[in-house]
């Protein structure tokens, strides 16, 4: 097995010829069991130098958040909601959206700051369906960000606005074999 040691300048932005277009990607289910694919994706792209953002919108219990990512080798750097829980409901103590509203602050600056070239956006899709994160800051947050940024969104209940502005769907369903 090789492993890869250090790449030199890992976080300065790729130099093309031509421009290239960052994907808005979107895996979603009824089920909440398809993460680990995409993280596969991600830390298979973060090995290849590029530099990658995971965050988690609803995870906690850890005590984490934008101030204390963990960095999975070299350029895969993983936050979550600095919280005592995991949120699974819409109702969320003064404390708790606080530290929501931080998370996906901290999300927008440094996708804004180019910073990284793909950003996992792990239940993002529930926050707005719970009315804790505003459809339309989502889909303006997209607008906005550099084009070369690929963006991923996971999660169930994913909103039709997000859909269609997405390039990539893909929808994981279970199958049942007797």
Request: hydrophobic letters at 40%.
């Amino acid at each position: 097995m090789v492993a890869q040691l250090e790449i030199p300048n890992a976080n300065s932005p790729l130099s093309l010829p031509y421009p290239i277009e960052g994907l808005v990607q979107v895996f979603t289910s009824s089920h909440r069991n398809f993460f680990t694919s995409v993280m596969g994706q991600a830390l298979r792209i973060a090995g290849q130098g590029t530099p990658v953002l995971i965050v988690q919108f609803l995870k906690g219990g850890i005590n984490q958040g934008q101030d204390h990512p963990i960095q999975l080798g070299q350029n895969l750097n993983w936050i979550r909601c600095d919280l005592p829980r995991c949120i699974d409901t819409p109702h969320l103590d003064e404390a708790e959206n606080d530290s929501l509203q931080k998370l996906w602050l901290h999300t927008q600056q440094v996708v804004y700051e180019d910073k990284y070239s793909l950003v996992v956006l792990d239940e993002l899709s529930l926050a707005i369906h719970f009315g804790l994160i505003p459809e339309s800051d989502v889909l303006a947050f997209l607008a906005k960000r550099p084009p070369h940024i690929d963006i991923i969104f996971t999660g169930t209940e994913m909103p039709k606005s997000i859909l269609d502005v997405a390039d990539q769907i893909t929808e994981i369903r279970r199958s049942h074999r007797p």
